[in-house]
């Protein structure tokens, strides 16, 4: 019998931001989500399960969720990948840690971009992405599928809120609609991770969440 995923998730850098290492025991084929920070952090941890990232993916380029990434990705020898929505965003990065009293060299080059419905991974270490604009214009969330299955929602939608669009790029009314018309249509049990924050479902933010209400 087939082991289970290994699903890890884990906050790093000063803004808490999740990432999760989403691994195949029996292959040692990975992803990772998020990796914006600490990275020494983020490859003691695929080391200590023998697991190795195919590529290196990111729900948005705001800097704590891609700023360390080039490290990684450099230790790994694992591309980096994000919609293209958010290119500008990912080639600003020195001045979006200036705003935060940080200094961020660029990133490395991209190994390639996101697109809605994409399959990315390997075997069961992998993911369908939603494109989800809003809180950024390429913002996205990943789907694995299984028997619960489970959302990576980045900054789109958190336990009880959704991310902030007062940043560049941001759209209010395009993150509500994003949320109700491909988040919430979602199964109800299915799992939400956020990008910061404590995990949810769709099921309890239809019902509860105060700024969008299915």
Known sequence: MPSDLHIETFPVGMLG?????????DTGDALVI???DEPDEVCARLDARGLHPTA??????????????????MRTGS???LHEGDLFLYENLATQAEWFGL?????????????DADVIGRGRASVEVVHTPGHTPGSVCFRLAGPVPLLFSGDTLF???IGRT??????????VRSIRERLYTLSPDTRVIPGHGPE??????RATNPFVQS
Not at 103 to 115: C, D, M, S, V
Not at 167 to 172: E, F, I, N, T
Request: charged content about 15%.
């Open 79 to 81: 591309g980096m990948h």
């Open 56 to 73: 290196l993916i990111h729900t948005h380029a705001h800097f704590d969720h891609i700023g360390r990434s080039s490290a990684v990705s």
């Open 34 to 36: 998020d990796p914006g």
């Open 200 to 205: 949810t479902t769709i099921d309890e933010e």
């Open 103 to 115: 200094t961020l060299p660029p990133g490395l080059p991209l190994a390639g971009f996101l697109k």
């Open 159 to 161: 336990a009880g809120g």
């Open 17 to 25: 931001c999740n990432c999760t290492i989403i691994g195949d025991p």
């Open 166 to 175: 007062d940043l560049w790029g941001g759209d209010g009314r395009l993150i």
